[in-house]
Structure formats: C-alpha cells, structure tokens
Nanobody
Framework: VQLQASGGGLVQAGGSLRLSCAAS????????MGWFRQAPGKEREFVGG????????YYADAVTGRFTISRDNAKNTVYLQMNSLKPEDTAVYYC?????????????????????WGQGTQVTVSS
C-alpha cells in the first residue's frame, strides 16, 4: 500500500490542523493505521492509531484529549485532527499502516510494527 500524507502547515499555539493520509489499494481495511511524528534532533515517536473499522482509537499520553484520529474506509483515508496545538507539537508527521486482519484486536505502537509509511508532512506551531 502507498500512503500520501497532507495538510501540514504553520499554525499559532492553541490553533488546529487536520492532517489527511490517503492510501492506495483495495485492502485498506486490512490495516491498522497510525500516526507518528519526528521533531528535529529527536526520535520518531508514536502519536496515535486506529483499528480497521475506526471503532477503536488509542493515543500517546502527550496528545490524549487534544488529537483525534478517524478513518473513512470508503475513501481509503485516515485523518488526524489536532486541536489546542502547542509549540512542542512541531514535527514532521507520518502516517503508517500495519497489517492486521479485520476483526482483530491489535494496537501497534512501535515503529517496527508498521510496514508502510507516508512521506511526512511538516507541522509547525508558533508560540
């Protein structure tokens, strides 16, 4: 599967952005979708994920309550709604796909669990 992330930009602290990640292929529901981010000089870190149906989401503590992940399987697209943005949210954001059978309970958080990655989109939050 190929992933294309978009929607990044420059926003003031307290503002919002919505990232999108469009996937190619006809087996979108066979993947858990995740979002990661990488700030300058730091390791890539898990932001959040969503199961095959969109019925379950899970997040890193740093973004819980501010970020929301959703997916539209008819459009092969996953979204990351980011509210109450902080300067420390500044990073390149990546979407990723981890193979998982539909109906499975699988909530990957590690980079190595994801097989496919988008190219990244820059999010910059000014103070």
């Amino acid at each position: 599967v190929q992933l294309q992330a978009s929607g990044g930009g420059l926003v003031q602290a307290g503002g919002s952005l919505r990232l999108s990640c469009a996937a190619s292929g006809r087996t979108f529901i066979s993947y858990v979708m995740g979002w990661f981010r990488q700030a300058p000089g730091k390791e890539r870190e898990f932001v959040g994920g969503i199961n095959w149906s969109g019925g379950s989401t899970y997040y890193a503590d740093a973004v819980t309550g501010r970020f929301t992940i959703s997916r539209d399987n008819a459009k092969n697209t996953v979204y990351l709604q980011m509210n109450s943005l902080k300067p420390e949210d500044t990073a390149v954001y990546y979407c990723a796909a981890a193979p998982a059978p539909p109906l499975s309970s699988y909530y990957p958080r590690r980079i190595g669990e994801y097989d496919y990655w988008g190219q990244g989109t820059q999010v910059t939050v000014s103070s």
